[in-house]
């Protein structure tokens, strides 16, 4: 497989996930900003900014914090790299340069995706919002069941391996916000409030339901730190994603004779994450772990770049 191919795969992986995850995060920030009384709802809205790593580029437009501004900004607006609709056109255009890698199915959502744009200028009101994004994740869901009916193949490794490590950073980028950011100055850790965002995590990440398979104790913000962090049971958890990218990065050594940098990077890193214990992260510093966990994520995924010869 050529270097180009198989560095618009990962991307494609990548973008794909980003704007998936950012449809979530705007659909949970809705629910929340519904259920909370102000300021917490403008605190809702900051920390999705935050969470997206938009919230320099959405303080230089000059704008208020007010969802109608933040859900545009976050979907519509395609002056930045984080927005919905930016993913969806650059996935479509990594997925256009390797068309033929491709099955019908997995063009056709990602196309029908990049559609739902087309004539919109704005999302409106909350209802309004909520149809957009999840016809968004609708179609995503359909590229990723499409996906899982693709050939085994090296295509079909490259996405998902961009997947893994897109989806890592989101959901260490989710947690880190959280837990330093999000609960408004002057509320009870274990209140409402902080229950509710707890909750709205969870259900950005789509794991409401296995938190609650797993843990029979209720909603306790510790056990939701030990699901995102260490359960390999839930696809979207670190421990679920750093198993995942080396499976697949193992894979492709076979397939590729290609190993190396990244292969020891992401195998080092899947042992210290079988040693990793919630409950000490939370003791020695979360903040501290994840921001940690996230920069060596972005340098493992540069050590793909170069190991596959990915062109810029």
């Excluded at 995850?21 to 935050?50: I, M, Y």
């Excluded at 260490?172 to 509320?187: F, I, T």
């Excluded at 609650?212 to 958890?237: H, K, M």
Aim: aromatic share 8%.
């Amino acid at each position: 497989m050529l270097s180009r191919t198989a560095s618009s795969l990962y991307w494609l992986g990548r973008y794909v996930e980003r704007a998936d995850f950012t449809a979530r995060l705007v659909e949970a920030t809705v629910r929340l900003d519904a259920l909370s009384a102000r300021p917490a709802g403008e605190a809702a809205w900051q920390s999705a900014l935050a969470v997206s790593e938009t919230d320099e580029a959405f303080a230089a437009n000059g704008q208020t914090v007010t969802q109608a501004h933040v859900a545009r900004f976050l979907t519509l607006d395609s002056s930045h790299p984080g927005s919905i609709v930016r993913c969806l056109d650059m996935a479509r255009m990594n997925a256009k340069a390797v068309r033929t890698a491709l099955t019908r199915d997995a063009w056709t959502s990602i196309n029908r995706a990049w559609l739902i744009f087309g004539n919109r200028s704005s999302p409106g009101g909350a209802a309004a919002t909520l149809s957009l994004v999840e016809a968004v994740k609708v179609e995503t869901l359909g590229f990723e069941g499409a996906m899982n009916r693709m050939l085994r193949n090296h295509a079909n490794a490259f996405i998902r391996l961009g997947q893994a490590i897109e989806r890592a950073d989101n959901t260490a980028r989710l947690l880190d916000v959280k837990y330093h950011l999000l609960l408004p100055e002057g509320e009870r850790v274990g209140g409402v409030i902080d229950r509710d965002q707890w909750t709205t995590i969870l259900q950005t990440v789509s794991a409401v339901t296995a938190y609650r398979w797993l843990y029979s104790e209720g909603l306790t913000p510790a056990n939701v730190i030990d699901l995102l962090l260490c359960r390999q049971e839930l696809p979207r958890s670190l421990a679920g994603c750093v198993e995942e990218v080396v499976d697949i990065l193992s894979l492709l050594a076979k397939r590729t004779g290609l190993q190396g940098e990244a292969d020891r990077m992401a195998r080092l890193r899947y042992t210290r994450m079988q040693k990793t214990a919630s409950r000490q992260v939370i003791a020695s510093g979360l903040h501290q772990y994840l921001k940690a966990f996230n920069a060596e994520n972005a340098l493992l995924s540069a050590a793909i770049a170069r190991q596959f010869r990915f062109v810029a």
